[in-house]
């Protein structure tokens, strides 16, 4: 059965519109779990447009389930994981002036830094997943640089307008799926998925973790937390 790691930092960007001191992502964490989630991920971006410094480490304290700290591969934010060991970290890409998370790692042209700060985070305990389009170029890589979980970006399935099309980004998972397995490497999946068109990914038997943000969060606005999480968790895990 699938699990459902929820991603609190829209709650922090409710926040930050105001600059007080909530909504609290540590509360809407709490809510999660209590709901059922099986983790709670987290992206501390370079610009700290949601998730801030002090956010990170009192999570680390207060999570029950499990952490995953999402980032961008810098000296700072590697760092930054080394301190707080969270259980997992995800490595993404990260652009200044992007609304959200565009596009998969490169991990063929990141091969070498990769290995060492996959390499170095794993030393130090910690569960190390890679952000990357459903590519079998870069799942090789993924596998080549000794990453434990690959987490397949689901945006471009989320974001096609035809049937035809989503069928063909569907098959494109799969696709990933298998060359996954084979490998040997673990599979999470995330990015756009809401409570419509989640049904079709879980119907791909392999996806280990879906890692969903800002559909449950939108749901939670006008539900509760509790409510928009257990909905998800039901889609998840039928
Ligand atoms: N997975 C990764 C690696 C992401 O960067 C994001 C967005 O922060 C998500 C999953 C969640 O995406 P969404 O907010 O669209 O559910």
Request: no cysteine.
């Given at each position: 059965m699938a699990k459902l790691s929820v991603n609190i930092d829209h709650i922090a960007t409710i926040r930050q519109a105001r600059g007080v001191?909530?909504?609290?992502p540590v509360a809407a964490a709490v809510l999660a779990e209590l709901a059922g989630a099986d983790g709670i991920t987290i992206h501390l971006r370079e610009d700290r447009r949601h998730i801030q410094d002090r956010d990170v480490s009192i999570l680390r304290q207060t999570i029950k389930t499990r952490m995953n700290l999402e980032m961008a591969l810098t000296d700072e934010m590697i760092d930054i994981a080394l301190k707080t060991i969270p259980d997992s970290v995800t490595l993404v890409p990260e652009g200044r002036h992007e609304l959200t998370t565009e596009g998969g790692l490169d991990v063929v042209l990141l091969q070498n830094t990769l290995k060492q700060k996959v390499a170095l985070l794993q030393q130090a305990g910690i569960i190390v997943s890679l952000f990357i389009e459903p590519n079998i170029e870069q799942i090789k890589a993924t596998h080549k640089v000794g990453a434990d979980y690959m987490e397949i970006h689901t945006g471009m399935y989320c974001d096609v307008p035809t049937a035809s099309g989503r069928r063909e980004q569907l098959g494109r998972i799969e696709l990933a799926i298998s060359a996954a397995r084979r490998l040997g490497l673990g599979i999470n999946a995330g990015h756009g998925l809401d409570y419509r068109n989640i049904g079709a990914v879980v119907a791909l038997?392999?996806?280990?973790e879906f890692n969903i943000g800002h559909s449950i969060v939108s749901r939670a606005s006008l539900v509760g937390m509790e409510r928009a999480v257990r909905e998800m968790l039901e889609l998840v895990k039928g």
């Open positions: 001191s909530e909504p609290d038997p392999g996806i280990e």
